[in-house]
């Protein structure tokens, strides 16, 4: 596995990587407007569509922990409110060293529109790891279970 500038594990570039660099900016834009008055762990997402349209999400937590959304699901019901339903990759910033992944809740939320969806995680630092949530999520759950 490569490294990044910053030493955290990398994986190889794939097609669909390129086309994600222009979004780091702004999933870090975004990422300011999180509101985590209690974990001040603030995270944003820039989702692209099909259509090449981007989505963008932010964590918003409350006072009642179960009724936090996280960046990567804002953005997803964002892109399905406007009626997108196929995504080409997802870039998620964050303020950790290295880079956090998404939770399961968003992984299996994104699994269920695209399988191997490219992921960039990025954090404030520089720091960037590509993969995928095919890699991030293995045997994930999806409708194919439900035909059986």
Same mark, same amino acid.
């Given at each position: 596995?490569?490294?990044?500038?910053?030493? *955290?594990? !990398?994986?190889?570039?794939?097609?669909?990587?390129?086309?994600? *660099?222009?979004?780091?900016?702004?999933?870090?834009?975004?990422?300011? !407007?999180?509101?985590?008055?209690? &974990?001040? #762990?603030?995270? %944003?997402?820039? +989702?692209?569509?099909? &259509?090449?349209?981007?989505?963008? %999400?932010?964590n918003?937590? !409350?006072? &009642?922990?179960? +009724? =936090?959304?996280?960046?990567?699901? *804002?953005?997803?019901?964002?892109?399905?409110?406007?009626?997108?339903?196929? #995504?080409?990759?997802?870039?998620?910033?964050?303020?950790s060293?290295?880079?956090?992944?998404? =939770?399961?809740? =968003?992984?299996?939320? +994104?699994a269920? #529109?695209?399988?191997?969806?490219?992921?960039?995680?990025? !954090?404030?630092?520089?720091?960037?790891?590509?993969? &995928? +949530?095919?890699?991030?999520f293995?045997?994930? #759950?999806?409708?194919?279970?439900?035909?059986?």
């Amino acid at each position: 596995m490569a490294k990044t500038d910053t030493g *955290t594990p !990398n994986r190889r570039r794939r097609k669909g990587h390129a086309e994600l *660099t222009p979004l780091i900016e702004e999933a870090l834009r975004v990422r300011e !407007n999180a509101y985590a008055p209690y &974990s001040n #762990f603030k995270v %944003g997402a820039a +989702l692209i569509g099909a &259509s090449g349209k981007v989505y963008h %999400g932010c964590n918003v937590e !409350n006072s &009642s922990y179960g +009724l =936090c959304v996280c960046a990567e699901r *804002t953005a997803i019901a964002r892109a399905i409110a406007d009626g997108e339903r196929r #995504f080409t990759g997802i870039v998620v910033a964050t303020q950790s060293e290295p880079p956090s992944p998404p =939770c399961g809740m =968003c992984r299996q939320t +994104l699994a269920e #529109f695209a399988h191997d969806l490219p992921v960039v995680l990025v !954090n404030h630092k520089g720091a960037r790891v590509d993969t &995928s +949530l095919d890699e991030l999520f293995p045997m994930s #759950f999806t409708n194919d279970y439900l035909d059986g």
